[in-house]
């Protein structure tokens, strides 16, 4: 099936990622999209917007995150040189409140008064709800009945930070369906009120704004890379759902040629089962705002996806990612919900930190990817966020299938001789 | 490009104008809630006096619309709707009824999806809408900066691509949209979602009736939130059409009696005197 024919009317402007991107929005949210294109460039260019927001992120996010090496994690997997950007250890345990930090300003100074936001997993809505408290907005967080149930943790920190979450019961009530309900209420109350998209999606400016503010990740890491190992990584892995943390630490590294770039979307049941992998399996579509790559039918209604991560339980993709894999700049894997397990699992026991299970994805692919590049490579991971809110899902596997994963992983210790790694 | 010859819509507005009353532009979901009582309730709708059809395709994330059609596009997607099932509703009504002016409404996604699979592109595409008996098409989410994808293939087929103009859009906005419009052009009437609760008599949206009025020679209706005959009564003598569309939708679901009834009722108030 040939792809949508480009629009020869839509300028770079408009999102500036090739074919991808636009401003795909009800008439009613184009004046406040316009303005946020308009006023961004000019927020992110003024030294004191600039000075309040590493301010915020040095004194209240708890950054720069360090990067740790890994050693028994490589000893496990066949070698490499593997780093590990700690976005776990921010405030509130992921990547998202380094956006959330930045939109609230922004909203602030554009004198809106209320902040909504969607969220899938509910890391991005823990940080929404935790940016509202510390500035005394109010906060709506729209999320699916479906991720309501599987992370109650997380909806109960919201509610106890002052947000209002209110679950989205249409659809596949997932990620996509708050999405929806999040722009209807933007639509209603566009007036005094900032949509905090938590990713790098939705109409431009949104996903080069979402990448300006999680820049910081690869900025960072690209100077503790130089400073700790001496030259940059050969690649950098992140996982990918909508794709923020992995542009975060890309957008570093861009016009580092050397610098392979590897985003890992979820698999979910497999490739030819239920799954999240976009980039595998979508094709180009309009959706929420914007022009990318989308899982969709023959006619065009977009797929609920699956995964075991409900932070990557998304059918469709930032932008940027289907123009840096076009351009051939990127590349990306597919991980299904048992690799994405047992890289949670050996992370945990070779280096004393349990990732999310977005992250794992990434964890999940470094041993192919060690096979490829060699035991020297180096290898910088973006560890987005910590796994204490996955915990119930994961005890929920082990109960199912705790016979087979614990021999699997008793093989897999002895094969890959998991005690030789050492600090 | 513009049209050969006066189309049903221009014909249509001509009509009522000559009958001293606004449009009553009629939106039901196709498929709502299969084919058959889909086809039940378009016809019931029509042959009660709905002036303008305006038929949905069925989208699995219809983020401008509000409960009562985002539920219709689950029941009928549920049914088993399909692009090609809509055209053939289209297809059915525009052979009983010649002269009855059909807008396809839609998200750009279906649209777009058929245009790649058409062997003729989105040429190919549009010009078999026309074929079909389709006079327009209303994309909710193909503002003019990224409407040109479709809208110069329709207009090329003689198809018109209707403008939607919001409450929010500013002066320079509105004169784009009604630029890029043609058929007619529709005015949001509230800041909100289909279906919410309208006063139909706000200073604020007589000004913007006002305000466009003075922007476009086109005909304009008006719509989101219109459910009431008192409503169609003091919107009427302001613009040349009123739209309703969830009200008719929710009307459909007790069946084809009632729609009907309340589509008389809403014509019987479209007097402008």
């Not at chain 1, 000075?51 to 997997?77: C, K, N, W």
């Not at chain 1, 590990?84 to 100074?109: F, M, P």
């Not at chain 1, 990612?321 to 070779?350: M, V």
Request: proline share 5%; net charge negative; glycine share 10%.
């Amino acid at each position: 099936m040939a792809d949508i024919p480009p629009d020869s009317d839509s300028p770079a402007a408009l999102g500036d990622f090739g074919q991808f991107g636009g401003r795909y929005v009800a008439e009613t949210l184009m004046p406040a999209v316009e303005q946020l294109a308009r006023e961004w460039p000019l927020a992110w260019a003024d030294e004191a917007f600039r000075a309040d927001y590493s301010r915020i992120l040095s004194e209240y996010v708890g950054r720069p995150s360090p990067l740790t090496p890994a050693p028994r994690l490589a000893a496990a997997i066949g070698g490499g040189q593997i780093w590990l950007k700690r976005e776990d250890l921010n405030h509130t345990g992921a990547h998202k409140i380094n956006n959330c930090v930045g939109q609230v300003l922004l909203a602030r100074r554009l004198g809106k008064t209320r902040i909504i936001a969607e969220t899938g997993a509910g890391q991005h809505g823990v940080a929404t709800a935790t940016v509202c408290a510390y500035f005394g907005l109010p906060c709506v967080v729209y999320m699916g009945a479906e991720d309501v149930a599987r992370q109650a943790l997380n909806v109960f920190r919201m509610r106890l930070l002052g947000a209002e979450v209110r679950p989205v019961q249409a659809g596949s009530a997932t990620l996509k369906d708050a999405i929806n309900e999040a722009l209807r209420d933007w639509v209603a109350n566009v007036a005094d009120t900032h949509y905090v998209i938590g990713s790098v999606m939705g109409p431009d400016p949104y996903p080069s704004m979402v990448r300006d503010l999680q820049r910081v990740i690869g900025d960072e890491a690209r100077a503790q890379c130089l400073d700790r190992i001496g030259s940059l990584p050969d690649a950098v892995v992140a996982c990918v759902g909508g794709g923020s943390n992995a542009i975060g630490i890309f957008a570093a590294f861009i016009d580092d040629p050397g610098v392979q770039l590897i985003g890992v979307e979820a698999a979910g049941e497999g490739l030819d089962g239920r799954h999240a992998a976009t980039m595998s399996r979508g094709e180009v579509g309009v959706y929420h705002g914007m022009r990318s790559l989308v899982l969709q039918d023959d006619d065009g209604q977009l797929q609920e996806a699956h995964s075991i991560s409900a932070g990557l339980d998304y059918p469709g993709i930032g932008p940027e990612h289907a123009y840096l894999r076009e351009r051939g700049r990127a590349r990306y894997l597919a991980i299904d919900d048992e690799q994405a397990l047992a890289a949670l699992s050996l992370l945990s026991r070779t280096e004393g930190i349990i990732p999310a299970l977005e992250t794992a994805h990434a964890l999940a692919a470094l041993e192919s990817l060690v096979a490829e590049l060699g035991p020297k490579a180096k290898i910088l991971v973006n560890l987005s966020g910590r796994g204490d809110k996955d915990m119930h899902t994961v005890m929920g596997r082990l109960d199912a299938e705790s016979l087979a994963l614990v021999e699997r992983a008793r093989a897999h210790s002895s094969q890959t001789k998991l005690g030789e790694g050492t600090r | 490009m513009s049209a050969v010859q006066p189309g049903r819509i221009a014909a249509a507005f001509e009509r009522c104008r000559g009958q001293g009353r606004a449009a009553l532009v009629g939106y039901l979901t196709g498929f709502d809630p299969d084919h058959e009582r889909g086809l039940a309730s378009l016809i019931a709708a029509c042959e009660a006096g709905v002036d303008v059809l305006e038929l949905g395709v069925p989208f699995s994330d219809p983020t401008a619309d509000g409960p009562e059609i985002q539920s219709a596009m689950v029941r009928a997607l549920a049914a088993g709707a399909t692009l090609e099932g809509v055209l053939a509703l289209a297809s059915a009504v525009r052979s009983r009824f010649a002269e009855l002016p059909i807008v396809l409404f839609s998200y750009a996604n279906p649209l777009l999806r058929a245009c790649s699979r058409d062997a003729a592109g989105a040429r190919g595409f549009c010009q078999r809408l026309r074929d079909l008996g389709v006079d327009a098409l209303l994309v909710v989410d193909l503002p003019p900066e990224q409407a040109s994808i479709l809208r110069a293939p329709a207009r090329a087929a003689n198809l018109d691509w209707i403008g939607l103009c919001a409450p929010t859009s500013p002066p320079a906005r509105l004169d784009k949209i009604v630029e890029a419009a043609s058929g007619f052009v529709y005015a949001v009437s509230l800041t909100g979602v289909t279906g919410s609760a309208l006063d139909a008599n706000s200073h604020s949206l007589r000004s913007q009736l006002e305000d466009l009025r003075g922007r476009t020679q086109l005909p304009i209706a008006v719509g989101f939130g219109v459910r009431e005959p008192s409503q169609v009564r003091a919107l009427a003598p302001q613009v040349d059409g009123v739209v309703v569309g969830s009200a008719l939708v929710k009307a459909g679901r007790s069946g084809p009696d009632p729609l009907a009834s309340l589509v008389a009722d809403l014509r019987a108030a479209t007097s402008k005197g």
